[in-house]
C-alpha cells in the first residue's frame, strides 16, 4: 500500500487513466469488430464504410499509447487487405 502522499497521488492519477484506457481500447475493439463483422456477412461496401471509421480510431489510439504504432498499422492493413479481396 502507498504510504508518502506523492505515492497516493500517483494510485489516484493511475486509477483514472485506466478507467480512460479502458474506455479508449474498448472503442477501438468495438469499431474493428463492426468491419469483421461485415466482412463476414461479405457486404464490401459496408466493410468498406466500417473500415473508414476504424482507421482513425485506431491510428488515434496508438498516439494515445493503447496499442503500439505497428501494431495499429498492421490492423489496418489486415483489414483493409481482407475487404479488397471480397470484391474478387
Known amino acids: 500500500m502507498a504510504n508518502t502522499k506523492s505515492a497516493k497521488k500517483a494510485v489516484r492519477k493511475i ?3 485506466t478507467e480512460v484506457n479502458k474506455a ?6 468495438t469499431f474493428v469488430r463492426k468491419v469483421e ?3 463476414r456477412k461479405g457486404d464490401r461496401a459496408a466493410a468498406a464504410e466500417a473500415l473508414k471509421a476504424a482507421e482513425p480510431v485506431l491510428m488515434r489510439s496508438a498516439q494515445k499509447g493503447i496499442i503500439h504504432k505497428n501494431a495499429a498499422a498492421r490492423k489496418i492493413s489486415r483489414l483493409s487487405s481482407r475487404v479488397r479481396a471480397l470484391g474478387e
Open 24 to 29: 479508449r481500447r474498448s472503442r477501438m475493439r
Open 37 to 39: 463483422e461485415a466482412i
Open 15 to 17: 486509477l483514472r487513466r
